[in-house]
């Protein structure tokens, strides 16, 4: 089955710096990688997704990247605010079991300092 | 994902007791799920359903019990069994086990006094 890890697990950075967030797959043939934000006590929410058929990928200041053959993708946050402290969770798609199954990495905790 | 609610947000139990958290949506999504949150952790997969009256177990469903007698509705029972049921729970539903994005309710803390 898919094993996802997750690093680093807190980072700390300076208003308008840029995070990146980076994990690590097992299953080559895992397709779907949703990054979430979780703020503290609520509930997580799907930021940006890449399915395995693209490189890259670009929401305004976020961006998730792919590489395939070393089956790792990251989040790049660039400008960060404040308001972007939270647990960002990564996961991937492991279809094995015969349905879709999520697996997660186990979080990192970003913290973004005025 | 505004449509997807949990009841109550916290939940305390006395040790031997079995609770329910409820999981409600108006998504009209066929699969639901359950995970559990631990600190400094992924979520892990509890049980999941794709229909009405059908579920399965899913990485860590020892100690816990689910039913599945309408669309809208996912209740988890968090039973005496469950050495160590200290924990966030979030429920989530997709449109269906093949669809890839699933949407999550706020989550029930549940405390084991």
């Known amino acids: 089955g898919e094993n996802v890890e997750q690093h680093p697990s807190t980072l700390s950075v300076q208003e308008g710096d840029s995070a990146v967030i980076k994990c690590t797959y097992s299953d080559s043939a895992s397709n779907y990688f949703p990054w979430y934000k979780q703020e503290l006590g609520k509930r997580p929410q799907l930021i940006i997704d890449?399915?395995?058929?693209?490189g890259e990928k670009k929401d305004q200041r976020i961006a998730v990247t792919l590489n395939k053959t070393a089956k790792h993708f990251s989040l790049h946050i660039t400008e960060t605010q404040p308001e972007d402290s939270a647990v960002y969770f990564c996961?991937?798609?492991?279809?094995?079991?015969?349905?879709?199954?999520?697996?997660f990495g186990a979080g990192t905790r970003l913290a973004v300092h005025p | 994902d505004g449509g997807i609610t949990q009841s109550p947000k916290y939940l305390f139990r006395k040790e031997g007791q079995n609770v329910t958290l409820s999981c409600e949506q108006n998504?009209?999504?066929?699969?639901m799920y359950w995970y559990r949150q631990d600190p400094g952790q992924g979520l892990r997969l509890i049980y999941y359903?794709?229909?009405?009256?059908?579920?399965q177990k899913g990485d860590i469903a020892e100690g816990y019990s689910v039913s599945r007698e309408k669309k809208e509705s996912f209740p988890l029972t968090v039973t005496s069994a469950q050495k160590n049921p200290t924990a966030f729970y979030l429920c989530?539903?997709?449109?269906?086990?093949?669809?890839?994005?699933?949407?999550f309710g706020p989550g029930t803390r549940l405390t084991v006094l």
């Open positions: 998504l009209n999504h066929d699969a």
């Open positions: 989530a539903s997709s449109i269906d086990l093949a669809a890839d994005t699933q949407y």
């Open positions: 996961a991937a798609m492991d279809d094995s079991g015969g349905y879709n199954k999520l697996i």
């Open positions: 890449i399915r395995s058929n693209v």
């Open positions: 359903s794709q229909i009405v009256n059908d579920f």
